[in-house]
């Protein structure tokens, strides 16, 4: 599994002074950092999502792992998102989540479970 960036892009994006859709909530702009992972529910002609029933808009910031084309309905995606003062949910990152990889903390190993969804 890839490492993660999100705290280099935060960092950036407050050095960077951008608007409030890419901040933390602690810049005064009333915006506050969500991550959730979720199933795509659809894909919107506007270019946003609705996942797990929640709509979540992009924009140019936004990053997508390994690419936008990789999110179609049914994937399984973690958001980390900022939600702007007015509820509206911006995303800053959409990873589409590899459901074969059971490696879940990448140390070469990978684990079966049995149907109670233990450990073997």
Not at 2 to 10: F, G, N, P, S
Not at 59 to 72: K, L, M, S, Y
Not at 102 to 113: A, I, L, P, Q, V
């Amino acid at each position: 599994m890839k490492l993660h960036v999100w705290t280099v892009a935060v960092v950036a994006l407050l050095v960077a002074g951008a608007a409030c859709t890419t901040q933390a909530a602690t810049d005064g702009n009333g915006c506050r950092l969500v991550s959730f992972t979720g199933s795509v529910d659809e894909l919107n002609d506007d270019g946003s999502f609705v996942i797990d029933g929640q709509t979540v808009m992009t924009d140019d910031e936004t990053d997508f792992d390994p690419g936008r084309d990789a999110v179609v309905e049914g994937a399984t995606v973690e958001v980390d998102a900022s939600r702007r003062d007015d509820g509206a949910l911006v995303a800053i990152e959409i990873e589409v989540i590899d459901d074969t990889d059971d490696d879940e903390d990448n140390d070469g190993y990978k684990r079966s479970t049995t149907s109670a969804g233990i450990a073997a």
